[in-house]
């Protein structure tokens, strides 16, 4: 039996991942095609989810020095903003940190953890064995060489070699529409062009060093294929003809075009070759989601993942990732597609009239606390729940833990080593010990005090929560709740 997983992708979800199993103490090795990391950046957002993902881990500090924390988002560019901050949370932000950054982060810990990643290697062909998987690659030299693992997961992003190796459909629509990118070092822009520019939606947003990027939708050059270059000529016009002027841009660092084609994988797994990221969704980059996406199904499967190499996973635990992660993939193309209609709708002559009236309306409608919670939630992925495993599940179940202040300290960093966490009464019967991926400690979560027991995940989520306080039943419970998730007999 082969042990170990590859990882093809040094993207962000790929380099989550890996840092995820090597913490688990999952011999991990990632294999990408690209010699150096890219450094121009598409993502330029973590969002507040993400942002409690790298404080769990205990990277938070490596991040928050290099990026800008912003508190409102757009949805589908309406003028009235998606609110985080009344979200409730620790870290009710989204932090601006260009996806260069966050790779170069997570590839300096992936190393720390004693991860090889193979940059310079190419997967060619993936094939599944009942023992194992082996990945064909070519090296740097176009060498050939063949390698083996437990378990492959593909984070090779939209294109993914390895979903198709595996026999995994990835049904959808093609593109239809393609916006264009351009992030400029010098823009001079005369007084009020950026503000006109911005009403008349087109993003800028200022970047790490003075640089400016700008996003826009041309209806002139809507249905350009992405694959097409973009020409400084064509930006310029564009910008003149959507803000008014070109906004003094000089000379571009970076220019490029974007679509909305639109597929979700029709699995997430086959065997013992698993997706995650882009790998299994793609969408039109609207309110800043894939990157974020990607590290939470990262953040999901790891553990899992781990816990079936490392021998302890309870029956089915693995297979709970794409039913927890595939319907979360749903939802994200479904509001990137009614975010693409907002978009191109008022763009199109004949749906200009309404179409701007339904962005009116929805725009009222965002400046509505119950409309902010569930479009903020879930863009910034605090309201992400995942199905109870049984019936009478506490409601809790499933549901993220939000950060609290513990008598020793905060909750957060006691997950940093990605451990299941058992939060106990005192008067409850001692908990297990010595088990090396559960952690006990005797408190109440502050901001539950009618919740006499949880069981956190490692990822952050309830695995299971009781208000009893009648001690057989809740140690019953209990019992119960470690053997489905701990996959430990008590
Ligand atoms: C214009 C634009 C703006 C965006 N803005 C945001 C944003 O603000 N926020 C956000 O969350 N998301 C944003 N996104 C989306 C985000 O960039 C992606 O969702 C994210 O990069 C996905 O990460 P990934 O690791 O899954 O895949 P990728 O980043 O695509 O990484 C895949 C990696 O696999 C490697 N690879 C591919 N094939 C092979 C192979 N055969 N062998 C070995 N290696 C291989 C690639 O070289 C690459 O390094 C934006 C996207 C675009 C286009």
């Avoid at 083996?148 to 459909?169: F, W």
């Avoid at 694959?227 to 220019?255: I, K, N, Q, Y």
Wanted: hydrophobic share 40%; net charge neutral; glycine share 10%.
């Amino acid at each position: 039996m082969d042990t170990g997983v590859i990882v093809v992708g040094a993207g962000p979800t790929g380099l989550m991942l890996a840092c995820e199993l090597a913490l688990a103490g999952v011999p991990t090795r990632v294999v990408e095609r690209r010699i150096e990391p890219q450094r121009d950046s598409r993502a330029l957002s973590l969002h507040p989810r993400s942002v409690e993902l790298m404080d769990q881990r205990g990277l938070l500090d490596r991040f928050l020095p290099l990026g800008r924390k912003v508190t409102g988002w757009h949805f589908g560019g309406l003028p009235t903003q998606l609110d985080f901050a009344a979200l409730g949370a620790r870290h009710g932000y989204a932090l601006f940190l260009a996806q260069a950054r966050t790779e170069a982060i997570l590839a300096e810990r992936a190393g720390e953890l004693g991860v090889e990643i193979s940059r310079g290697h190419e997967v060619r062909a993936v094939r599944q064995d009942a023992d194992g998987v082996e990945v064909e690659v070519r090296g740097p030299d176009d060498v050939a060489q063949t390698l083996r693992a437990g378990y492959v997961v593909g984070c090779d992003g939209g294109r993914s070699v390895v979903r198709a190796a595996a026999g995994i459909g990835f049904p959808g629509t093609d593109e239809t529409l393609t916006g264009m990118l351009g992030d400029f070092a010098v823009v001079d822009a005369r007084p009020g062009e950026l503000e006109t520019a911005r009403e008349r939606g087109v993003l800028s947003v200022p970047l790490e060093g003075g640089s400016t990027r700008f996003v826009l939708l041309d209806p002139e050059l809507l249905r350009v294929s992405s694959r097409e270059p973009v020409t400084l000529e064509e930006f310029r016009a564009a910008l003149v003809r959507r803000a008014g002027s070109d906004c003094g841009v000089g000379e571009p660092r970076w220019l490029s075009r974007f679509g909305n084609a639109t597929r979700l994988a029709d699995r997430y797994r086959a065997g013992r070759v698993l997706l995650a990221g882009d790998a299994a969704h793609i969408h039109f980059p609207a309110a800043g989601q894939g990157l974020n996406t990607g590290l939470q199904d990262a953040m999901n499967l790891g553990w899992k993942l781990a816990a079936t190499v490392n021998g302890w996973a309870p029956p089915g635990l693995l297979d709970t990732y794409e039913a927890e992660r595939r319907p979360i993939g749903r939802a994200l193309i479904e509001n990137t597609e009614i975010q693409t209609l907002l978009f191109e709708l008022p763009l199109m002559e004949q749906y200009r009239r309404p179409a701007t009236a339904l962005r009116t309306l929805l725009d009222e409608l965002l400046g509505m606390e119950e409309v902010n919670r569930r479009l903020a939630g879930q863009v910034s992925a605090l309201g992400t729940v995942y199905p109870p495993t049984t019936p009478d599940a506490d409601p809790l179940v499933g549901h993220r833990i939000p950060d609290a202040d513990l008598p020793r300290g905060r909750l957060y960093p006691l997950l940093k080593k990605a451990t299941f966490l058992l939060l106990t009464r005192p008067d409850t019967p001692a908990p297990p010990t010595g088990l090396p991926h559960l952690t006990t400690l005797t408190a109440l979560h502050p901001a539950l005090p009618d919740v006499t027991e949880i069981l956190i995940r490692p990822d952050g989520h309830t695995a299971w929560a009781t208000r009893t306080t009648a001690t057989k039943k809740r140690t019953e419970e209990r019992a119960g709740a470690l053997r489905g998730w701990v996959g430990v007999n008590v």
